[in-house]
């Protein structure tokens, strides 16, 4: 079963940016269409951000414009680049197929925006 692993989380300064990357464990990554969702402490995980197979990506509302997802199917590799960052993103951010598979979930990595 498919697996992933986050990284690239830290601690950042309003304003600030960080990129994630995340990385699938099955060569059928590039069949799959991924998302980045986050929870924050106290909130349920959320969905923020999604690629299809092709490329064609989507936003929720507050992270539109600032945050753009990306992938490298030749490194089974998930991107989140993230700017502008406010310390409402503050969270463990996590990648999952879309829809999620319960049984996917990794560590997640965290990102803490101090103001």
């Known amino acids: 079963q498919v697996h992933f692993v986050e990284s690239g989380g830290g601690l950042v300064q309003a304003g600030g940016s960080l990129r994630l990357s995340c990385a699938g464990s099955e060569s059928t990554f590039s069949s799959m269409f991924m998302g980045w969702y986050r929870q924050a402490p106290g909130m349920q995980r959320e969905l923020v951000a999604m690629?299809?197979?092709?490329?064609?990506?989507d936003y929720v509302a507050p992270v539109k414009g600032r945050f753009t997802i990306s992938r490298d199917n030749a490194k089974n590799t998930l991107y989140l680049e993230m700017n502008s960052l406010k310390p409402e993103d503050t969270a463990v951010y996590y990648c999952?197929?879309?829809?999620?598979?319960?049984?996917?979930w990794g560590q997640g990595t965290q990102v803490t925006v101090s103001s």
């Open positions: 999952n197929t879309r829809p999620y598979s319960s049984v996917a």
């Open positions: 690629i299809s197979r092709s490329g064609t990506t």
